[in-house]
C-alpha cells in the first residue's frame, strides 16, 4: 500500500471522497482487530455502511447536479448509522476511546462537508 501513497488524487474527485477512502481504510484497521464473533455482527454493519457511503459519494460525483441531492442525503443519513454503531462498539470496547475519537472526529467533518454540499446544491436549486 506504501507504492500508492506517493501518488496524487485524481483532480476532479470532491476532496470529502478522498477524507471518505481515507476514514474508511482507517476503519479496516480497526476492523480487523475485532473478535471474530463482534466482526461479523456489528463490525461487518458498519463495513457495509462504509462501503454503500463510498458508493453514494462515487456516484454523487459523476452525477448531473440535478440529481446529486438523493445521494448527498442517503450518504448523510448513512455516515448518522456509522456514527451510532461505533457509538455502540465502543460502549462495548471494541475499540479504544481514541480511536472512536478520531474515527468520529473524521466522520463529523465528512458529514459537515457533505451538509455543505448539499446546501450549494439547494440554494442554487430552491425548487427543492
Known amino acids: 500500500?506504501?507504492?500508492?501513497?506517493?501518488?496524487p488524487p485524481p483532480a476532479k474527485a470532491p476532496s470529502v471522497l478522498f477524507k471518505a477512502k481515507e476514514t474508511y481504510s482507517y476503519w479496516l484497521k480497526l476492523y480487523r482487530k475485532i473478535a471474530?464473533?463482534?466482526?461479523?455482527?456489528?463490525?461487518?454493519?458498519i463495513d457495509i455502511l462504509f462501503l454503500e457511503i463510498l458508493e453514494l459519494m462515487h456516484s454523487s460525483r459523476y452525477a448531473p447536479v440535478s440529481e446529486k441531492l438523493p445521494y448527498l442525503e442517503k450518504t448523510i443519513g448513512k455516515i448518522d448509522k456509522?456514527?451510532?454503531?461505533?457509538?455502540?462498539?465502543?460502549e462495548n470496547e471494541l475499540m479504544s476511546s481514541?480511536?472512536?475519537?478520531?474515527?468520529?472526529?473524521r466522520l463529523e467533518g465528512m458529514g459537515r462537508e457533505l451538509g455543505g454540499w448539499k446546501k450549494g446544491i439547494v440554494n442554487k436549486?430552491?425548487?427543492r
Not at 471474530?36 to 454493519?45: L, Q, S
Open 36 to 45: 471474530k464473533p463482534e466482526r461479523f455482527g456489528i463490525g461487518e454493519k
Open 1 to 7: 500500500m506504501t507504492e500508492h501513497s506517493n501518488l
Open 82 to 90: 456509522i456514527k451510532f454503531f461505533l457509538e455502540i462498539s465502543w
Open 125 to 127: 436549486n430552491p425548487m
Open 98 to 105: 481514541g480511536e472512536y475519537a478520531l474515527i468520529l472526529e
